[in-house]
């Protein structure tokens, strides 16, 4: 009879990964004196920073999403430094303008991809004045 696998760390039914943390000795000594230990301190922090950091993660990682399918379809089109460096500034009308001579299917999936990066940032002319 084949002996079963040994269990790994963690609590894998409920998703639980042990992984390697490196802190500075005061650090860890913070965490110990905490309630519930080391890791109910990380995790009410982890989540603490999602729930503040939550609309920003979510534009910067449109902007990287549209970046990158900008980057494989359009890499070498007309305007393309210009159109990116608008995506990061969330530039939508100067986006869209140096994209004027693209495919217009690119076009669209592109500003589809931005449209949360670019609703949030406030419009160039706000900037300005």
Same mark, same amino acid.
């Given at each position: 009879?084949?002996? #079963? ?7 894998? *039914? ?6 390697? %943390? ?5 650090? +860890?000594? +913070?965490? =110990?004196?905490? #309630?519930?230990?080391?890791? %109910?301190? @990380?995790?009410?922090? %982890?989540?603490? $920073?999602?729930?503040?950091?939550? !609309?920003? !993660? ?13 980057? /494989? @379809? =359009?890499?070498?089109? #007309? &305007?393309?430094?210009? =159109?990116?460096?608008? @995506?990061?500034?969330?530039?939508? &009308? ?5 994209? $004027?001579? +693209?495919?217009?299917? %690119?076009?669209?999936?592109?500003? !589809?991809?931005? &449209?949360?990066?670019?609703? /949030?940032? #406030?419009? *160039?002319? !706000?900037?300005?004045?």
């Amino acid at each position: 009879a084949a002996a #079963p696998a040994p269990r790994g760390r963690g609590r894998p *039914r409920l998703g639980v990964v042990a992984r390697e %943390v490196t802190l500075l000795p005061e650090h +860890w000594d +913070w965490l =110990a004196a905490q #309630p519930g230990g080391a890791s %109910v301190a @990380l995790r009410k922090l %982890v989540h603490e $920073a999602r729930r503040q950091s939550g !609309d920003s !993660d979510r534009v910067r990682l449109a902007r990287e999403r549209a970046y990158h399918v900008m980057s /494989a @379809l =359009a890499g070498d089109l #007309p &305007g393309f430094e210009e =159109a990116s460096r608008a @995506l990061f500034t969330g530039d939508q &009308g100067g986006l869209a303008a140096q994209m $004027a001579s +693209w495919p217009p299917d %690119v076009r669209a999936y592109v500003l !589809d991809l931005a &449209g949360t990066s670019l609703e /949030a940032a #406030p419009h *160039r002319q !706000d900037k300005e004045n």
